[in-house]
Protein backbone atom coordinates (compact mmCIF):
# COMPACT_ATOMS: atom_id res chain seq x y z
CA UNK A 1 0.00 0.00 0.00
CA UNK A 2 2.50 2.38 0.85
CA UNK A 3 4.58 1.65 -2.29
CA UNK A 4 1.39 2.25 -4.20
CA UNK A 5 1.17 5.44 -2.40
CA UNK A 6 4.87 6.67 -3.04
CA UNK A 7 3.87 5.78 -6.73
CA UNK A 8 1.10 7.70 -7.07
CA UNK A 9 2.54 10.99 -5.71
CA UNK A 10 5.87 10.49 -7.88
CA UNK A 11 3.81 9.91 -11.20
CA UNK A 12 1.66 13.38 -9.65
CA UNK A 13 5.32 15.13 -9.23
CA UNK A 14 6.79 13.88 -12.45
CA UNK A 15 3.65 15.59 -13.82
CA UNK A 16 3.79 19.11 -11.94
CA UNK A 17 7.75 19.67 -12.88
CA UNK A 18 7.00 18.15 -16.68
CA UNK A 19 4.72 20.94 -16.23
CA UNK A 20 6.53 23.68 -15.01
CA UNK A 21 9.40 22.86 -17.04
CA UNK A 22 7.12 23.23 -20.24
CA UNK A 23 5.77 26.68 -19.13
CA UNK A 24 9.20 27.91 -18.84
CA UNK A 25 10.42 27.07 -22.01
CA UNK A 26 7.78 28.60 -24.08
CA UNK A 27 8.17 31.79 -21.54
CA UNK A 28 11.69 31.27 -22.38
CA UNK A 29 11.87 31.09 -26.09
CA UNK A 30 11.81 34.24 -28.28
CA UNK A 31 9.64 32.87 -30.97
CA UNK A 32 11.26 34.91 -33.88
CA UNK A 33 14.66 33.78 -33.48
CA UNK A 34 13.27 30.03 -33.10
CA UNK A 35 11.46 30.87 -36.31
CA UNK A 36 14.23 31.71 -38.01
CA UNK A 37 15.91 29.04 -37.26
CA UNK A 38 12.70 26.70 -38.85
CA UNK A 39 12.20 28.80 -41.57
CA UNK A 40 15.57 26.97 -42.51
CA UNK A 41 15.00 23.58 -41.82
CA UNK A 42 12.76 20.79 -43.41
CA UNK A 43 10.01 20.08 -40.89
CA UNK A 44 9.26 16.87 -42.46
CA UNK A 45 12.63 15.44 -41.90
CA UNK A 46 12.16 17.00 -38.02
CA UNK A 47 9.23 15.11 -37.77
CA UNK A 48 11.32 12.01 -38.90
CA UNK A 49 13.98 12.81 -36.36
CA UNK A 50 11.18 12.75 -33.59
CA UNK A 51 9.99 9.57 -34.22
CA UNK A 52 13.02 8.01 -34.44
CA UNK A 53 13.85 9.34 -30.81
CA UNK A 54 10.30 7.91 -29.55
CA UNK A 55 11.85 4.65 -30.50
CA UNK A 56 13.98 5.11 -27.91
CA UNK A 57 11.31 4.26 -25.39
CA UNK A 58 9.77 0.83 -26.62
CA UNK A 59 13.61 -0.38 -26.79
CA UNK A 60 14.85 1.13 -23.29
CA UNK A 61 11.47 -0.79 -21.90
CA UNK A 62 12.81 -3.66 -23.18
CA UNK A 63 15.95 -3.31 -21.81
CA UNK A 64 14.64 -2.96 -18.77
CA UNK A 65 12.48 -6.46 -19.09
CA UNK A 66 15.74 -8.49 -19.97
CA UNK A 67 17.78 -6.75 -16.13
CA UNK A 68 14.78 -8.15 -14.14
CA UNK A 69 15.00 -10.72 -11.35
CA UNK A 70 14.83 -14.15 -12.82
CA UNK A 71 11.19 -15.31 -12.17
CA UNK A 72 9.61 -11.92 -12.39
CA UNK A 73 7.32 -10.77 -15.20
CA UNK A 74 6.56 -7.79 -16.34
CA UNK A 75 4.36 -7.13 -19.32
CA UNK A 76 5.53 -5.41 -22.25
CA UNK A 77 2.80 -2.79 -22.37
CA UNK A 78 3.20 -2.44 -18.59
CA UNK A 79 7.16 -1.95 -18.69
CA UNK A 80 6.68 0.52 -21.38
CA UNK A 81 4.79 2.63 -19.17
CA UNK A 82 7.30 2.76 -16.52
CA UNK A 83 9.62 3.48 -18.65
CA UNK A 84 7.63 6.52 -20.40
CA UNK A 85 7.04 7.84 -17.01
CA UNK A 86 10.66 7.54 -15.75
CA UNK A 87 11.62 9.36 -18.82
CA UNK A 88 9.34 12.08 -17.67
CA UNK A 89 10.89 12.24 -14.25
CA UNK A 90 14.42 11.76 -16.15
CA UNK A 91 14.09 14.84 -18.45
CA UNK A 92 12.67 17.20 -15.85
CA UNK A 93 14.76 16.69 -12.75
CA UNK A 94 18.44 16.00 -11.51
CA UNK A 95 19.28 12.31 -12.93
CA UNK A 96 19.70 10.77 -9.48
CA UNK A 97 16.08 11.64 -9.05
CA UNK A 98 14.83 10.90 -12.18
CA UNK A 99 16.58 7.08 -11.57
CA UNK A 100 14.97 6.89 -8.10
CA UNK A 101 11.64 7.67 -9.75
CA UNK A 102 12.45 4.63 -11.75
CA UNK A 103 13.24 2.42 -9.15
CA UNK A 104 10.02 3.61 -6.83
CA UNK A 105 7.59 2.83 -9.84
CA UNK A 106 9.54 -0.94 -10.32
CA UNK A 107 9.69 -1.75 -6.82
CA UNK A 108 5.66 -1.46 -6.49
CA UNK A 109 5.40 -4.18 -9.14
CA UNK A 110 4.31 -7.67 -8.21
CA UNK A 111 7.80 -9.62 -7.34
CA UNK A 112 10.32 -7.52 -8.30
CA UNK A 113 10.62 -5.04 -4.62
CA UNK A 114 12.89 -2.12 -3.64
CA UNK A 115 16.21 -4.70 -4.10
CA UNK A 116 15.11 -5.88 -7.56
CA UNK A 117 14.59 -2.63 -8.70
CA UNK A 118 17.27 -1.02 -7.12
CA UNK A 119 19.34 -3.91 -9.26
CA UNK A 120 17.80 -3.16 -12.41
CA UNK A 121 18.41 0.84 -12.56
CA UNK A 122 21.92 -0.31 -11.87
CA UNK A 123 22.39 -2.77 -14.72
CA UNK A 124 20.55 -0.30 -16.50
CA UNK A 125 22.99 2.45 -16.09
CA UNK A 126 25.62 -0.37 -16.52
CA UNK A 127 24.08 -1.48 -19.87
CA UNK A 128 24.03 2.17 -20.94
CA UNK A 129 27.61 2.91 -20.31
CA UNK A 130 28.85 -0.10 -22.48
CA UNK A 131 26.77 1.40 -25.29
CA UNK A 132 28.30 4.34 -25.01
CA UNK A 133 31.68 2.72 -24.88
CA UNK A 134 30.81 1.08 -28.23
CA UNK A 135 29.64 4.27 -29.85
CA UNK A 136 32.86 5.90 -28.90
CA UNK A 137 34.74 3.62 -29.92
CA UNK A 138 33.21 3.34 -33.16
CA UNK A 139 33.79 6.87 -33.44
CA UNK A 140 37.88 6.99 -32.87
CA UNK A 141 37.69 4.25 -35.84
CA UNK A 142 36.44 6.80 -38.52
CA UNK A 143 38.04 9.83 -37.68
CA UNK A 144 40.65 11.38 -35.44
CA UNK A 145 38.82 12.34 -32.13
CA UNK A 146 39.65 15.74 -30.58
CA UNK A 147 41.41 16.04 -26.66
CA UNK A 148 38.19 16.22 -24.86
CA UNK A 149 36.44 13.62 -26.36
CA UNK A 150 39.80 11.13 -25.70
CA UNK A 151 39.85 12.40 -22.17
CA UNK A 152 35.98 12.09 -21.63
CA UNK A 153 36.52 8.34 -23.30
CA UNK A 154 39.06 7.43 -20.82
CA UNK A 155 37.15 8.63 -18.03
CA UNK A 156 33.68 6.36 -19.23
CA UNK A 157 35.97 3.53 -19.55
CA UNK A 158 37.27 3.89 -15.71
CA UNK A 159 33.89 4.82 -14.54
CA UNK A 160 31.79 1.49 -16.51
CA UNK A 161 34.89 -0.85 -15.39
CA UNK A 162 34.32 0.52 -11.46
CA UNK A 163 31.03 -0.43 -12.09
CA UNK A 164 31.50 -3.63 -13.85
CA UNK A 165 33.88 -5.01 -10.94
CA UNK A 166 31.44 -3.49 -8.22
CA UNK A 167 28.39 -5.74 -9.39
CA UNK A 168 30.45 -8.46 -10.25
CA UNK A 169 31.56 -8.55 -6.36
CA UNK A 170 27.66 -8.04 -5.01
CA UNK A 171 26.39 -10.58 -7.39
CA UNK A 172 28.85 -13.30 -5.85
CA UNK A 173 28.01 -12.63 -2.84
CA UNK A 174 24.03 -12.38 -2.85
CA UNK A 175 21.66 -13.11 -4.66
CA UNK A 176 21.14 -9.63 -5.89
CA UNK A 177 22.27 -8.44 -9.92
CA UNK A 178 22.08 -12.23 -10.25
CA UNK A 179 21.58 -11.31 -14.06
CA UNK A 180 25.36 -10.76 -14.36
CA UNK A 181 25.44 -14.88 -13.67
CA UNK A 182 23.54 -14.93 -16.90
CA UNK A 183 25.11 -13.32 -19.88
CA UNK A 184 22.79 -13.74 -22.54
CA UNK A 185 20.52 -11.49 -20.81
CA UNK A 186 23.18 -8.90 -19.63
CA UNK A 187 23.96 -9.13 -23.47
CA UNK A 188 20.58 -8.47 -24.41
CA UNK A 189 20.17 -5.40 -22.11
CA UNK A 190 23.57 -4.39 -23.39
CA UNK A 191 21.73 -5.14 -27.16
CA UNK A 192 18.72 -2.62 -26.15
CA UNK A 193 21.38 0.07 -25.48
CA UNK A 194 22.62 -0.17 -28.44
CA UNK A 195 19.07 0.04 -30.23
CA UNK A 196 18.71 3.22 -28.17
CA UNK A 197 21.61 4.33 -29.58
CA UNK A 198 20.67 3.44 -32.50
CA UNK A 199 17.29 5.20 -32.38
CA UNK A 200 19.50 8.33 -31.99
CA UNK A 201 21.87 8.48 -34.25
CA UNK A 202 18.95 7.90 -36.96
CA UNK A 203 17.46 10.94 -35.15
CA UNK A 204 20.22 12.73 -35.68
CA UNK A 205 20.79 12.01 -39.35
CA UNK A 206 17.47 13.25 -39.71
CA UNK A 207 18.21 16.99 -38.08
CA UNK A 208 21.24 16.59 -39.82
CA UNK A 209 19.29 16.80 -43.38
CA UNK A 210 16.74 19.30 -42.46
CA UNK A 211 19.00 21.82 -42.05
CA UNK A 212 20.58 20.56 -45.73
CA UNK A 213 23.81 19.14 -44.79
CA UNK A 214 25.65 16.18 -46.57
CA UNK A 215 25.08 13.48 -43.99
CA UNK A 216 27.69 10.87 -43.68
CA UNK A 217 28.34 8.30 -41.08
CA UNK A 218 31.12 10.30 -40.08
CA UNK A 219 29.00 13.15 -39.27
CA UNK A 220 26.44 10.87 -37.05
CA UNK A 221 28.47 9.25 -35.38
CA UNK A 222 30.99 11.86 -33.95
CA UNK A 223 28.22 13.97 -33.30
CA UNK A 224 26.47 10.95 -31.38
CA UNK A 225 29.45 9.78 -29.65
CA UNK A 226 29.74 13.68 -28.21
CA UNK A 227 25.97 13.50 -26.77
CA UNK A 228 26.78 10.36 -25.27
CA UNK A 229 29.51 12.09 -23.10
CA UNK A 230 27.34 15.16 -22.64
CA UNK A 231 25.03 12.99 -20.77
CA UNK A 232 27.84 11.26 -18.44
CA UNK A 233 27.77 13.34 -15.79
CA UNK A 234 24.28 15.06 -15.35
CA UNK A 235 24.35 18.83 -14.26
CA UNK A 236 20.98 19.52 -15.25
CA UNK A 237 17.63 18.21 -15.56
CA UNK A 238 17.44 16.41 -19.42
CA UNK A 239 21.09 17.75 -19.77
CA UNK A 240 20.24 21.15 -20.66
CA UNK A 241 23.48 22.97 -21.52
CA UNK A 242 25.60 19.79 -21.46
CA UNK A 243 23.89 18.02 -24.41
CA UNK A 244 24.11 20.98 -26.43
CA UNK A 245 27.15 22.12 -25.29
CA UNK A 246 28.85 18.63 -26.64
CA UNK A 247 26.71 18.47 -29.90
CA UNK A 248 28.02 21.72 -30.46
CA UNK A 249 31.82 20.97 -29.97
CA UNK A 250 31.09 17.84 -32.45
CA UNK A 251 29.79 20.04 -35.13
CA UNK A 252 32.29 22.74 -34.79
CA UNK A 253 35.13 20.06 -35.40
CA UNK A 254 33.32 18.96 -38.09
CA UNK A 255 34.16 22.35 -39.29
CA UNK A 256 30.17 23.92 -39.12
CA UNK A 257 30.50 27.40 -38.26
CA UNK A 258 29.37 28.95 -34.76
CA UNK A 259 25.89 29.84 -35.65
CA UNK A 260 24.91 26.95 -37.50
CA UNK A 261 26.50 24.22 -34.87
CA UNK A 262 24.38 26.09 -32.29
CA UNK A 263 21.16 26.41 -33.89
CA UNK A 264 21.44 22.50 -34.95
CA UNK A 265 22.55 21.60 -31.57
CA UNK A 266 19.53 23.36 -30.01
CA UNK A 267 17.33 21.90 -32.23
CA UNK A 268 18.56 18.29 -31.94
CA UNK A 269 17.90 18.05 -28.41
CA UNK A 270 14.80 19.87 -28.72
CA UNK A 271 13.21 16.50 -31.04
CA UNK A 272 14.91 14.43 -28.51
CA UNK A 273 13.45 15.87 -25.41
CA UNK A 274 9.72 16.08 -27.40
CA UNK A 275 9.27 12.68 -27.39
CA UNK A 276 11.63 11.72 -23.94
CA UNK A 277 8.75 14.17 -22.01
CA UNK A 278 5.66 14.05 -24.18
CA UNK A 279 5.19 10.00 -24.47
CA UNK A 280 5.06 10.34 -20.39
CA UNK A 281 3.60 13.34 -19.80
CA UNK A 282 0.44 12.25 -22.02
CA UNK A 283 0.31 8.89 -20.01
CA UNK A 284 0.58 11.18 -17.21
CA UNK A 285 -2.50 13.83 -18.00
CA UNK A 286 -4.79 10.96 -19.19
CA UNK A 287 -7.57 10.35 -17.39
CA UNK A 288 -8.62 6.63 -16.87
CA UNK A 289 -11.39 6.21 -19.91
CA UNK A 290 -13.56 3.65 -17.64
CA UNK A 291 -13.17 4.17 -14.30
CA UNK A 292 -14.46 1.67 -12.14
CA UNK A 293 -17.43 1.99 -10.47
CA UNK A 294 -19.82 -0.22 -8.07
CA UNK A 295 -22.89 -1.54 -9.52
CA UNK A 296 -26.21 0.46 -8.97
CA UNK A 297 -28.32 -1.67 -6.09
CA UNK A 298 -31.70 -2.38 -7.29
Known amino acids: MLSERCARWARVGAWVVATALIVLLVQTVDPRRALRVIERTNGWWLAVAVVGNLLIQPFGALQWQSLLPSGVDVSFRRMLRLFS ?18 AML ?3 EPGVGKVGALSVVALDQLCVGVAKIVVIAGAATMLPLPSWMKQGFAGLVLLVVVLLVVAVIVAARTPHLAVLRQPRRLLRG ?19 T ?4 DVTPQFVVAVLAASALGSVVPIA ?5 TYEAASYGAYRFLG ?10 VVQHVCQLLPAVGAGYVLLSMPKLRPRTPPLSV
Open 237 to 241: PANLG
Open 210 to 213: AFGL
Open 256 to 265: LNADAALGIA
Open 106 to 108: LAG
Open 190 to 208: VGCALCVKAAEAAAIAAVQ
Open 85 to 102: LTSVANNTTPSLVGHATG
